[in-house]
């Protein structure tokens, strides 16, 4: 049974950073693509970006560029995703989720409907 735990979420002031994390049990870690989303109250939910299986390869959309990063660290089976220049309108429950893929190939996925497994989530609130 695959898992997915994410930690480190809380109250950050706006120009702030977080640093995300998802530990994953169950499974091969480096057959998952990983993915971090997020959800605000009354809003759809949001891709934030994707990690390839091997962790080469990394996708992010034009909200986040430049500001979030997402890692793994295969020895800890975890995926990092750090927030920096934090705003406002980053508030939300940010999930983690993973999809496992028999492909080497250095893919990313975007659409929330391709992952298998997902987190709990972490409360991120910014402050103004």
């Known amino acids: 049974q695959v898992q997915l735990v994410e930690s480190g979420g809380g109250l950050v002031q706006a120009g702030g950073s977080l640093r995300l994390s998802c530990a994953v049990s169950g499974g091969t870690f480096s057959s998952y693509v990983m993915g971090w989303f997020r959800q605000a109250p009354g809003k759809d939910r949001e891709f934030v970006g994707s990690i390839s299986r091997s962790g080469d390869n990394t996708y992010y959309p034009d909200p986040v560029k430049g500001r979030f990063t997402i890692s793994k660290d295969h020895a800890k089976n975890t995926v990092f995703l750090q927030m920096n220049s934090l705003k406002s309108e980053d508030t939300a429950v940010y999930l983690c989720?993973?999809?496992?893929?028999?492909?080497?190939?250095?893919?990313?996925?975007?659409?929330?409907?391709?992952?298998?497994?997902w987190g709990q989530g972490t409360q991120v609130t910014v402050s103004s």
């Open positions: 989720a993973a999809r496992q893929t028999s492909f080497s190939g250095s893919y990313v996925y975007t659409d929330a409907s391709r992952y298998s497994y």
